[in-house]
Structure formats: structure tokens, C-alpha cells
T-cell receptor
Framework: AQSVSQHNHHVILSEAASLELGCNYSYGGTVNLFWYVQYPGQHLQLLLKYFSGDPLVKGIKGFEAEFIKSKFSFNLRKPSVQWSDTAEYFCAVTVFGSGNTGKLIFGQGTTLQVKP | DGGITQSPKYLFRKEGQNVTLSCEQNLNHDAMYWYRQDPGQGLRLIYYSQIVNDFQKGDIAEGYSVSREKKESFPLTVTSAQKNPTAFYLC????????????FGPGTRLTVT
């Protein structure tokens, strides 16, 4: 079965530190890749997505992610975090193929705490 | 404002009672989804519907039921058969069956005691 793995469950950073959250998926075929963010008390919202084309994608609030097909990875990065980035981050994948309907498969989530 | 509404925000029930969670969208989306979110487990798909009057089981459908009689509505019933119903429930929608960018509602936190 397809799965998504986020390596960091809880990350604590100081403001201005750089961020990289790992995401790996287990599927060898065509995928769409997403990062969602859930700020405290708010809706889950899309941070960025990759469907095709340039493997380096830019999202909202200065986030970016790089799709590395050979490593089955889609890591999220931000050069300098802010206190307002404190949230839970989810990597998600949709897979395509026989019998699949393209449903979203989520990772376990990473809680990011940014200290002012 | 277009979006997804879920009500209520908090719901409390006694064990053995069925409870229905509401999800409404005015985005004119064809597909709708129900997820369950538990700490450390991410989101897991309960049911999804790609078109009116049709729905399919997700990964953890046991103890849940849904209906899709209208395009804008996709209520979820948590039955007494669900062994661990206390959780945060999220509803989502996407424009088309093949459009996998999903938009999420604010969620309903269900507590069963």
C-alpha cells in the first residue's frame, strides 16, 4: 500500500532559523504532491503543490519544496522562519494507476514550534 | 464567501448514540471527502464521493456512514459501531473527481464519553 512518511514529528526552531521538513512517499508511478498547513485554530490550507514541470515549487509565505523523483521525496523548506509559522505541517500525495481514484494520502504531520 | 462549513465545531455524545456531522460547500465542487485526524496519525480517509448519489469507502470506513443526496452536502454519521469515535473530523471538497487539490472545512471535534 502507498504511504507517506514525515521524518520529523516535532521541530522547535528560533526565529530566523532555516527550516527543512522531510517527506518521503512509497509509490513508483505518477504522483501529485502537496504540503498543507494547519495554523492553530484555523482550517487546513494548501501551502504548495507539485503536479508536473519544474521540480522546485514555490508556495505561500516564502515556503518552497523540491520534488526529487529518484529519492521519492518532497521536502519543504523556508530560509528564515517566523513566529507566525508555528503550525502543523502535512505532506500529502495522490497516486495514479489501475484501481486508484487519486485519493490523498497524508503523512503523520510535523508540529513546528518557532520561538520568538 | 465561497467555502466549506462544518457544524457544529464541538460535539459531545454519550457512548452508544449515533451522531451526524454536517458538511456543506458552496464551491460547486463535484467531489467531497471525510477525514479523521488523530494526533500523530495525520489524516485518514473515511469516505469520499465523486458525484451526487455515489460514494465509496476510504481506508477507515467501519462504523461510519454517509449520504450524498445533494451536490453541496455530504453528512457523516458516526454510528455506535465505531469503536473509537472521539476525534477531529475534517470535510473537504475538490472541483472535479480528477482535480486533487482539496479544500478543507474548519472541522468538528467529536467527544464521546
Amino acid at each position: 500500500a502507498q504511504s507517506v512518511s514525515q521524518h520529523n514529528h516535532h521541530v522547535i526552531l528560533s526565529e530566523a532559523a532555516s527550516l527543512e521538513l522531510g517527506c518521503n512517499y512509497s509509490y513508483g508511478g505518477t504522483v501529485n504532491l502537496f504540503w498543507y498547513v494547519q495554523y492553530p485554530g484555523q482550517h487546513l490550507q494548501l501551502l504548495l503543490k507539485y503536479f508536473s514541470g519544474d521540480p522546485l515549487v514555490k508556495g505561500i509565505k516564502g515556503f518552497e519544496a523540491e520534488f526529487i523523483k529518484s529519492k521519492f521525496s518532497f521536502n519543504l523548506r523556508k530560509p528564515s522562519v517566523q513566529w507566525s509559522d508555528t503550525a502543523e505541517y502535512f505532506c500529502a500525495v495522490t497516486v495514479f494507476g489501475s484501481g486508484n481514484t487519486g485519493k490523498l494520502i497524508f503523512g503523520q504531520g510535523t508540529t513546528l514550534q518557532v520561538k520568538p | 464567501d465561497g467555502g466549506i462549513t462544518q457544524s457544529p465545531k464541538y460535539l459531545f455524545r454519550k457512548e452508544g448514540q449515533n451522531v451526524t456531522l454536517s458538511c456543506e460547500q458552496n464551491l460547486n465542487h463535484d467531489a467531497m471527502y471525510w477525514y479523521r485526524q488523530d494526533p500523530g496519525q495525520g489524516l485518514r480517509l473515511i469516505y469520499y464521493s465523486q458525484i451526487v448519489n455515489d460514494f465509496q469507502k476510504g481506508d477507515i470506513a467501519e462504523g461510519y456512514s454517509v449520504s450524498r443526496e445533494k451536490k453541496e452536502s455530504f453528512p457523516l454519521t458516526v454510528t455506535s459501531a465505531q469503536k473509537n469515535p472521539t476525534a477531529f473530523y475534517l470535510c473537504a471538497s475538490s472541483l472535479r473527481r480528477t482535480d486533487y487539490e482539496q479544500y478543507f472545512g474548519p472541522g468538528t471535534r467529536l467527544t464521546v464519553t
